[in-house]
């Protein structure tokens, strides 16, 4: 069997149910099982993984996971009714007596244990303590002795991965002795193949190996068909690179295979908020206040949807997620996003600078440099562009990071080309890059060059933002027609966007012989501004 399931009853018997749940998936969805020919061992299957989110306190998925089993259990056959009950409620046992009580002992009491003397939940406790007080070199010890006891602690491999170590350097924690039933804990044969893929998979994904990350889980994903855990993170990943379409489509199946999952729901939210689908947003956020109104992706998803009525009312829910989960790395970005719509870069920095002591991923640098040119920090920009592109050496986006900074001032616009130029040759498919070049073309006068290369992209992306930049040009050389025709494009696409709104609304009065810049000079102000250009084309 790829999990075996009394690694699962051993972490619930020592409280540890998250690390519980997220095997108990791979034990759902694995293709050994077969639902029709083995009803009764999908329905234990099942169970196991209830007892695991009802410890959770996830009692909605707990019980919609129950009624699965049931649904199992129904056609199990009468002669095997009798065991199969047996199995069940064996499975749902509460936690050893034996366990330990987190709530009466602190953490100079813990440090005073022996570590060889520590069980499985006082070492992850003590792994969790030491990395939430910055204490790496503690929690990195601690984590490594969780996986010498059990290899099967999903926590600690995640977290040893996020704090540096390699994939190599966690697979030889894992026991190698064989146990009192003379099997070895974790053999390295078939069955055991896909914790190491995931180990990887995780290490990928760490130090921002998007790609290679992406291709585990993908391999490990037909080795466990509609893994709520594997699909979310995929989603995750694909949300970070900007693949928004595979991403929206990896969060919609895991909310069709489990309709009560609240982790990286956030993430979704902003994706929604990104494609202007307020419908589904608005069902979402719905959705999530009637599962759990207390975890911090509810808010996070409250304040997505709160940022286009009321910026201010976003941000204090924004705030609100992090008071909840100081570790929860979208309620920062989420909060440096909305300081930089309202003009407060300097806080926005000490936000994004959050998010990147917790995990620096793309979005976090892209944050810092957006928030440093917001108030005219060239320096610290570049820096932290070039920061970036040394954390992904691969990265199309970062390489654009960098021509981001130099475009934001005129001496620097030919080396922001080549970087633009260099984005595209590793990325072809990289809008964010050729809306950018075209701008830079645009800016200095080079019409019918930008014109060409958004055509070029619009023959393979029926893209929203690639419409809205050709009106632009289109209007700034007096075409109106051809303007007008892209504007009305990009409403077909997407009836949302709001730079296609303001520039129909612009291009009318043009139209009519009205200065579209009279009655709205403040707004026009706005959009001329550099720094606007350059965070614009970003989001673009």
Known sequence: ?????????????????????????????????????????????????????FREREYRRAIHTYKQALQYYKIIPKQNSTSSRSALSA?????????????????NEMEGIPSKARNLQMSLLMAKLYRNTKHTRGAVTCYRECLRQCPYVIEAIIALAELGASAKDIISLFPQTPNRGGRAQLDH????????????????????????????????????????????????????????????MNFE?????DPYVVTYMDEYAMLLKMKSDYSK????????????PTRPEVFVALSVLWERKDERGALSYAEKSIKIDERHIPGYLMKGNLLLALKRPESAVMAFRGAQELRADLRSYQGLVHSYLAFSKVKEALYAAREAMKAMPQS????????????????????AKKFYESALRLEPGYLGAALALAELHVIEGRNGDAVSLLERYLKDWADDSLHVKLAQVFAATNMLQDSLSHYQSALRINPQNEAAKKGLERLEKQMKGVDPDAPEEEEENEVDDADAEQEEAELL
């Not at 499975?91 to 953490?107: G, L, V």
């Not at 069955?191 to 889980?217: F, H, M, P, T």
């Open 396 to 415: 199309a986006k970062a390489l654009k990071l960098v021509g981001d900074v130099h475009a934001s001032n005129s001496g620097g616009r030919e080396k």
């Open 253 to 257: 199946k895991v909310r069709s295979i």
């Open 189 to 248: 044969g078939d069955s055991s193949r896909w914790l190491q893929r995931y180990v990887e998979a995780q290490c990928c994904i760490a130090s921002n190996d998007y790609k290679g990350g992406l291709e585990l889980l993908a391999e490990l994903l037909q080795r466990f068909p509609n893994n709520t855990h594997i699909l979310l993170e995929m989603a995750k990943v694909e949300a970070i690179i900007g693949k928004n379409d595979e991403a929206i």
């Open 281 to 292: 947003l608005n069902k979402l956020v719905h959705d999530l206040l009637s599962i759990d």
């Open 1 to 53: 069997m790829d999990v075996p399931k009394e690694q699962i009853t051993a972490l619930l018997d020592n409280a540890l149910f998250n690390s519980a749940q997220l095997l108990g998936s791979f034990l759902v969805s694995s293709s050994t099982v077969n639902a029709e020919t083995s009803p009764h061992l999908k329905a234990e299957n099942l169970v196991l993984l209830g007892d695991a989110l």
């Open 91 to 107: 499975s749902n046992r509460s936690s050893s007596p034996n366990s330990f009580n987190i709530c009466a002992i602190n953490e």
